[in-house]
């Protein structure tokens, strides 16, 4: 196991109702005025928004509102929310929505505090120094948002989707209801148990020995997912299976699972542009991507995928032919993928073989480079990957 450092300050709200909590929980981190940061109706029409409206004048608390968050959020609404929280004086930024909203918020949370221009820490060319605060009221289980340091913009200009991450904005306190994601359509709520899936398996495969701890609590979560989200697929209404998603998707991705160990995010690298160049979903995208970056790197380590394939799909290891059960595993969970409705090739994401070289130029990579923390990968190998997941 590697040294490491964790450090997860939110606190969290979790249950019905919890929404009610939103002003005694800004007051209580130094909140006076608030930038009421969300995405389309669906908060207005719920009347979600209106009671975390009702929270707030309970407490006194001003706010102004900024809504129109797009589900692949954009550096358009977070220099509009910058301009808007310097006008109004705003002191504090509640996101209500999903990972969206959230990360849109923690971008503006940046830029409220910095003279430059807030891109320049999602191209690595700053680090901040300072950030308002950041509170959350989440609504659909997936991005872990909720409980992170992250977030992922994307640039209009040239679709370029980045992620930055700092302990700065990983939100002061958040409000998980898992009763405000019963409405959630079946294809919305598979996109985030992907999301959720996937943020394990980034952690889950790497080259770090002996971690067998963190492995079995990745392992946890991954059988969680397995076991509950074809029940709130069947029965949207499931307010108990929808509960241990939502606290799972957020164990997912604050790192809990994924300390001491390499970690590898190809992945969600290489998905990033499909879903910058196509606006498909990040979860759909990532249902794609993740088995056919599987498949690409399984001989690197085949014992490792043969140990998932056995801990958390159940396949029988074969002994004399470890490779024949990392496979099972792959194939295990690209027949989970599909049975909760999840896409299994690119041009259902509207992926197109002739844009590869376009994805794999925006991807980034310096002549020569190479990415990854548990495969390290070229040009090349992303577009074999894509090519793959075809």
């Not at 060319?125 to 950041?134: G, I």
């Not at 542009?273 to 088995?291: K, Q, T």
């Not at 074969?318 to 792959?330: L, R, V, W, Y």
């Amino acid at each position: 196991m590697n040294n490491f450092s964790f450090y997860s300050p939110t606190k969290f709200a979790f249950g019905k109702d919890t929404e009610n909590q939103a002003g005694k929980l800004v007051k209580e981190f130094g909140g006076s005025k608030v930038l009421l940061h969300f995405g389309g109706g669906s908060v207005v029409k719920s009347g979600l928004l209106d009671r975390v409206k009702k929270s707030l004048d309970s407490e006194e608390i001003k706010y102004v509102e900024l809504g129109g968050v797009h589900p692949n959020p954009l550096d358009t609404k977070v220099y509009e929310g910058i301009e808007l929280c310097k006008k109004e004086g705003v002191d504090f930024i509640l996101a209500v929505g999903g990972g969206s909203s959230i990360d849109s918020a923690k971008a503006i949370a940046l830029g409220c505090c910095y003279d430059g221009d807030f891109w320049d820490f999602y191209a690595y060319k700053a680090q901040p120094k300072a950030a308002l605060p950041v509170g959350t009221v989440l609504t659909i289980a997936a991005a872990g948002s909720e409980g992170s340091p992250d977030s992922v913009i994307t640039k209009s200009e040239g679709m370029l989707k980045r992620g930055f991450g700092n302990d700065m904005i990983r939100p002061r306190f958040s409000i998980l209801n898992p009763a405000l994601t019963q409405t959630l359509p079946p294809y919305q709520t598979a996109c985030g148990a992907t999301d959720i899936m996937a943020h394990v398996c980034e952690r889950y495969f790497t080259n770090t020995k002996n971690v067998e701890t963190t492995d079995r609590l990745c392992e946890a979560v991954l059988l969680s997912m397995i076991n509950e989200t074809p029940k709130v697929i069947a029965d949207p209404n499931n307010y108990e299976a929808r509960a241990n998603i939502m606290w799972a998707g957020m164990v997912a991705h604050n790192n809990i699972v994924g300390v001491g160990r390499d970690q590898d995010w190809n992945s969600h690298g290489i998905e990033h542009e499909l879903s910058a160049m196509y606006d498909c979903a990040h979860g759909a995208g990532l249902a794609v991507i993740m088995p056919a970056w599987m498949t690409f790197v399984m001989k690197h380590d085949v014992m490792r995928f043969a140990q998932w394939a056995t801990r958390v799909w159940g396949c029988k290891m074969d002994f004399s032919n470890p490779e024949a059960t990392a496979k099972a595993g792959i194939d295990a969970f690209k027949a989970f993928l599909k049975s909760i409705g999840m896409p299994s090739k690119m041009s259902e994401v509207g992926g197109k073989e002739e844009d590869i070289p376009a994805l794999v130029k925006s991807f980034g990579l310096p002549a020569g480079g190479k990415t990854g923390g548990f495969v390290q990968l070229t040009s090349e190998d992303i577009a074999e990957i894509y090519r793959l997941a075809l």
